[in-house]
C-alpha cells in the first residue's frame, strides 16, 4: 500500500478559506445580500484579507451558523 499524500489532498492544518461568493452559495442567497450583511454587521468579521478580497475560515461560518447566525 501507497502511503505518499495525494497531491490534491491538503494538510490537515490548512482550513480552506471561503469567499463571499462561497457564502452566498452556502447561504443559498445572492453576493450582494452577503456583502450588505457584511455592511451591517451581520457576518462575523473576515479572518483575512487577501488584497481587499475577504475570507472567512470555514470553522468561523460553521461557528457562526452554529450560534444562529448572530
Known amino acids: 500500500m501507497n ?3 495525494r497531491p490534491d489532498a491538503a494538510p490537515a492544518f490548512l482550513e480552506p ?3 463571499i ?5 452556502a447561504l443559498s442567497c445572492s453576493r450582494r ?3 450588505r450583511m ?3 454587521g451581520k457576518l462575523p ?3 483575512l484579507h487577501v488584497g481587499r478580497m475577504p475570507r472567512w475560515r470555514r470553522s468561523t461560518f460553521v ?3 452554529a450560534q444562529g447566525g448572530r
Open 3 to 5: 502511503s505518499t499524500p
Open 21 to 25: 461568493e462561497d457564502l452566498a452559495a
Open 33 to 35: 445580500l452577503v456583502e
Open 45 to 47: 468579521r473576515p479572518d
Open 38 to 40: 457584511r455592511a451591517a
Open 17 to 19: 478559506l471561503l469567499s
Open 63 to 65: 461557528q457562526w451558523i
